[in-house]
């Protein structure tokens, strides 16, 4: 243990809790994702690779998701895939934003979100 270590304490490095994504990169998903969410809520995270805001609300949310929530839960790198996040603009009439979370339940957005409120969302009332 360094003298650091003693004074301000060493802190273990916790371990990320795995949310069960569904990556999003053919934009044939989003048909997908209006029939299943006729059965079961689909969520779509249009995450920035290269915004800091992005991975701090990315990790945020995924420290705070309840693995029990009933959805699918799906992931876009709007870097690699900005075909999808325009698409997804386009067929659910949502302004694009980044880190931005949809919320579709039977054929229709019912929330959507960006930002910091992203990790603030409470399913139980969307779902």
């Excluded at 048909?31 to 805001?53: F, P, W």
């Excluded at 009933?70 to 997804?88: A, G, K, V």
Aim: aromatic content about 10%; glycine content about 4%.
């Amino acid at each position: 243990m360094g003298i650091f270590d003693s004074v301000f304490g060493k802190k273990e490095k916790q371990e990320q809790k795995q949310l069960p994504w569904i990556e999003l990169n053919d934009r044939t998903q989003l048909d997908m994702i209006l029939e299943k969410s006729n059965q079961r809520a689909q969520v779509i995270y249009k995450h920035s690779s290269t915004c800091g805001i992005s991975s701090m609300v990315l990790n945020m949310f995924t420290n705070s998701y309840d693995l029990e929530t009933d959805c699918d839960l799906y992931f876009l790198t709007i870097q690699h895939h900005r075909d999808i996040s325009n698409e997804i603009a386009h067929k659910f009439r949502v302004r694009h934003e980044s880190p931005q979370m949809l919320i579709i339940k039977d054929g229709e957005v019912t929330f959507h979100t960006s930002h910091g409120a992203i990790a603030d969302i409470d399913f139980s009332k969307y779902l």
